[in-house]
């Protein structure tokens, strides 16, 4: 079974409607991390967790928020999703004090239309 | 603020050796990782300088010179499979945040 998963996989959806994007880890690592990737860009952050209780912006944060549920579990949610929020998104972990390693999900493939 | 450039695409063909280099600015600095992605896929980590020199991971190097503020992943003898997006990133220390490159998309011919 894969470290890192990511639900769903694909995922298709209108203007305004909510969607939550989940991420699991059986890696046992602290820290979790949510990326977007855009066609020819690299991976911009957009929230981080150090912990259950410590979660963080990174640098494109706006309209999106997070839930950490458990060590295993943090979630990305569009409130009110817009079409240039159509991404490739990852999720990451990686341990305490190692963030330069990183190891992430399969990706989720976001359209909104 | 953190950057990092990187050259948008490089072409080598099978059995040669390609540098993919790199430039940073950055306030602090935490070391220079690397990583591959394959088309579709998800990045997967490769190697991670904190001092200057050469890091050797099999067929793939690193190095990293921290006065010129300079980077370079080294490929040798290169197999199509090698044929992926190259990512430098810089790593933010405690903050835990990682700061990626734009990516270099290598292409491996026959």
């Known amino acids: 079974d894969a470290d890192v998963t990511q639900t769903p996989r694909n995922r298709i959806t209108k203007t305004g409607k909510r969607i939550m994007l989940e991420c699991s880890q059986t890696?046992?690592?602290?820290?979790m991390y949510w990326y977007r990737q855009d066609p020819g860009l690299g991976l911009r952050l957009i929230y981080y967790?150090?912990?259950?209780?410590?979660?963080n912006k990174g640098e494109i944060s706006d309209g999106y928020s997070v839930s950490r549920q458990a060590q295993a579990k943090f979630s990305l949610s569009l409130e009110s999703a817009i079409p240039n929020q159509t991404a490739l998104y990852f999720c990451?972990?990686?341990?305490?004090?190692?963030?330069?390693?990183?190891?992430f999900g399969p990706g989720t493939r976001l359209t909104v239309t | 603020g953190q950057s990092l450039e990187q050259p948008s695409e490089v072409t080598a063909v099978e059995g040669a050796i390609v540098q993919i280099n790199c430039t940073y600015q950055?306030?602090?600095?935490?070391?220079l990782s690397w990583y591959q992605q394959h088309d579709g896929g998800a990045p997967t980590f490769l190697s991670y300088?904190?001092?200057?020199g050469l890091e050797e991971t099999g067929r793939f190097s690193s190095f990293l010179s921290r006065s010129d503020s300079y980077g370079y992943l080294l490929l040798q003898e290169l197999q199509m499979k090698d044929s992926a997006s190259y990512f430098c990133?810089?790593?933010?220390?405690?903050?835990?945040?990682?700061?990626f490159g734009q990516g270099t998309t290598l292409q491996v011919k026959p």
């Open positions: 990451a972990t990686s341990g305490t004090g190692s963030s330069y390693e990183q190891y």
């Open positions: 990133a810089l790593p933010g220390g405690n903050t835990g945040k990682l700061i």
């Open positions: 967790s150090f912990d259950v209780k410590d979660i």
């Open positions: 300088n904190a001092l200057d």
């Open positions: 950055t306030s602090g600095f935490y070391g």
């Open positions: 890696k046992g690592h602290d820290r």
